[in-house]
């Protein structure tokens, strides 16, 4: 009988290792946009009663921006990416040994908020933005992952207004939480021609 038992073991545990070790399906990003880099910023002041302008501002704000399309459970999803840079310090302590470290900021906007976009509307994103700790597409793809595997947190939302002006300009706010505007989007946008504004939709 013991000797049954141990038969048995041994073959049990020949099939454990004999199983083959198949790995998930990787989700990639499918298709990626233009980037737009260049928009002005205007402000406008209530202390002095005037407006500021702040030319090629995108940059400085949120970097280069462009819409990435990624796949989950059969569902397709439009990543806004701001290529950026934070402030960082080797001893924050002291806030000495500064450096730059370039990021990914990104925002995860179902199908039918982005058409809302693509048509001059207010788009909302469900979902916490996603940031990285440096510049690796790699990285964000994990992040953009892991939020979506864990579902839509109800205590946040992220809001990009668009408002085409005229057959010329488009204003926009890029994404920000909806308690942190200071100011309404008619008193502080981002402004850029349409032409260069409508190529940020087309994803191929």
Not at 43 to 64: C, I, M, S
Request: contains cysteine; hydrophobic residues 35%; glycine residues 6%.
């Amino acid at each position: 009988m013991r000797k049954l038992i141990i038969y048995g073991f041994i073959l049990i545990s020949g099939f454990g290792y004999g199983q083959e070790r198949v790995d998930g399906t990787i989700i990639n990003f499918k298709e990626k946009g233009p980037i737009l880099s260049e928009a002005n910023l205007y402000r406008y002041d209530k202390d002095t009663e005037k407006w500021v302008e702040k030319l090629n501002a995108l940059q400085n704000y949120y970097g280069l921006i462009n819409f990435r399309t990624i796949e989950y459970n059969n569902v397709k999803y439009y990543v806004l990416c701001s290529n950026t840079v934070e402030v960082r310090y080797k001893y924050p302590a002291i806030s000495e040994g500064r450096y730059i470290n370039p990021i990914y900021n990104a925002y995860i906007f179902s199908e039918a908020e982005f058409l809302k976009l693509k048509n001059f509307g207010e788009g909302v994103s469900d979902f916490d933005e996603v940031r990285t700790t440096n510049l690796d597409l790699e990285e964000l793809r994990i992040q953009v992952l892991s939020y979506l595997k864990g579902g839509k947190p109800h205590y946040e939302k992220f809001i990009m207004k668009i408002k085409k002006e005229n057959d010329l300009i488009v204003r926009f706010r890029c994404p920000e939480k909806y308690e942190s505007w200071t100011q309404p989007f008619e008193k502080k946008y981002f402004e850029t021609s349409l032409v260069e504004f409508n190529k940020l939709f087309l994803i191929e």
